[in-house]
C-alpha cells in the first residue's frame, strides 16, 4: 500500500508539472491559464513534498516536510479561490489589495511554523501512523486554519455555482467542470478522519484536480473555435477576429493580424487571450449588431478609419457562444467622402456670398451714393405701388418735396465738400424724423421727398413744418464753422382719382409757391381746412 501512496504522489507531481508547462507554454494566455498553471505548479511542489513524508520518516525531516506542505496547501487554496472568481466573472484580476489579503493566513502559519518549538500551536508534536508514517498532530492553530482555508474554498463554490445558474444551458459546461475539480481533494481531506492516522493525501486529489481544470480549458477553447471556423473565413478578404463571451481574442486571421501590427507598436507574437479591448485604440462596445467605425493611427502616423461591424456566434443549440469581428479599412472612401462634403460646403458659402453680394448690389442701386437715402428710382417705383394700395384701401397718401434754401450760395462759399456736408446732415435729420414704412428720397440735386403713406395733406403740412423749424435750430458744421440752413416745402395729398404725377407736380407747384413767398416755409397744395382735430405724426 505504501509503495501505491508513493506511486500515487510521484504521478501527482509529474502530472501537474506537465499541466503547468502546458499552460505556460501553450497556445492560450490569458488569467484563467495563468491562475490554472500557478495551481498545477504548487501541486507539484505538495505532491512531491508527500513523497518525500512517505520514503524519509524521520522527524528531522517530518516538520519541515509538513510544515512546507501546509504552507503551500494555503497559497493553492487562495490561488484556487481567484480562479474561482475568473470563472464565474472573466473581467475579474486579482488586484494588489487582494493580493495582501490572501498572503495574510500564509505569512502568520510561516511564523507560526518557524516558533512552533516554542508553543506548539501549529503541531503539538509526531504521532505514528498507518505504514509506520510520521504525522503531525494538528495543534489549534492548525485547526483554525484548516477552518479558514474550507471557508474559502466554500466562498468559491458558492460563487461558481450562482454563476452556473445565471448561465444559459448551454454555457454550463464550464461550471460544471470547475465544481468537478472540488472532488478529489474534497474526498482525499477526509482521509483526515479515518481512525488511523495517515499521511496528507490532499496532494493526490489536487493532482486530479489539476487535470480537470485543464480539460475544461481545452474544452473551452475547442468548443469555441469550432463554433466559430465556419463563420469566420466567410469574409477573408477584411479583417477577422474571433473572441470569446468576454472579448478574447480566439483567432485572427492574416489581414486582422496585418491590421493590428500596423497600428499597435510593439504588438506581442501572441494574441490570443488578451481582451479586444486592452489593446490601444480599440475601443469596442460588444453587443449584438454593433455596427460602428474606429479612427486608428498606424505606425508611422497615418490615419486609418475601420469599419467594424460584431456578430453573435452561437452554438447548435442557439446559445452565444462568442463574437466575430469584421473590420474594413474605409480610409480612402471616408477621405472622398469627406472632399465631397468640403466642396459642398464651399459651394454652398459662394452662392451664400453670391446672394449676399446680389442683395448689397440690389440695394446699392436704390441707394443715392452720397446721402445713403433712396434714390429717385426706388422712389417712383415705391409712389406707384403706395398709390395703388391708397386707392384700393382709401387710405390717404401724402408727398413733399424739400429743396435747400440758397444752396447755390453755400457751393460758392464753402465748395462743393461744404454743400455735400450739408446734404448728408440733412438726410440724416429726415430719416431720423419719419416713422417705419415712410420713404425718404434724395430727389435730385438739393432737393429730397418725403412719402408718407396713410398720412393726411394736413397732417404731412404739420409735420414738415415741424421738421422745418427743428432744421433751421440745428447748427451743421462745415470746415470748422457752425452753419445754419433753411428750407422751402410744399405739400400735396394723393386726390381721388389722381395720378402720382398729379400728386408730384401739386407738390412741386406747393414748393415754388413756398419760394416765391419768400422760403423757409412750407406750403400745401390745398388751402387748410377751417378747423377740426388733425392726426399728427410724431417727430423722434
Known sequence: MLGLLAAGFATSAAGSAVIAAAHRWGRRRDPLADANAFIAACITV????????????????VWPVATASHLVLGIVVASVFCLTRIVADRSWRVSRRVMLLLAVQPAAELVLAVTNPRHHLL????????WDVLVPAPGPAFLVSAVYLYALLTAGVVRVVRARRRAPRGRRELYDWTLAGFVPPGLAGASAALPVPVPDLTALGLGVTALITYRMLVRSLSQ???????????????????????????????AARDLLARTVPGLPERLEGRVITEIRGFDLALTEGTDTEQTLTDTRGRRIDLHVRASVLRDRRGDAVGWALVGRDVTELNRRRREAEESAARL?????????LRADLAE????????????????VDTLE???????GEGAPLSLAIIDVDHFKRINDTYGHGGGDAVLVRLAGLLADSVRQGDVVARYGGEEFVLLLPGVTEESAWRLVERLRERVGRTAIEVEGRALTVTFSAGVAGLAAGGSTEDLLRAADEALYEAKRRGRDRVERSLPAPAGGPVEIPVIR
Open 46 to 61: 505538495m505532491a512531491a513534498l508527500g513523497l518525500v513524508n512517505l520514503l524519509v520518516a524521520r522527524p528531522d525531516v
Open 123 to 130: 503541531y503539538t508534536g509526531l504521532r505514528p501512523g498507518a
Open 224 to 254: 469555441h473555435i469550432q463554433v466559430a471556423h465556419g463563420q469566420v473565413f466567410d469574409s477573408m478578404t477584411d479583417a477577422v477576429a474571433v473572441l470569446d463571451r468576454d472579448g478574447r481574442i480566439l483567432d485572427l486571421n492574416a
Open 348 to 356: 454652398r458659402e459662394q452662392l451664400r456670398v453670391n446672394e449676399a
Open 364 to 379: 446699392q442701386a436704390v441707394r443715392d451714393a452720397l446721402t445713403g437715402l433712396h434714390n429717385r428710382r426706388h422712389l
Open 385 to 391: 405701388r403706395e398709390a395703388r394700395r391708397a386707392a
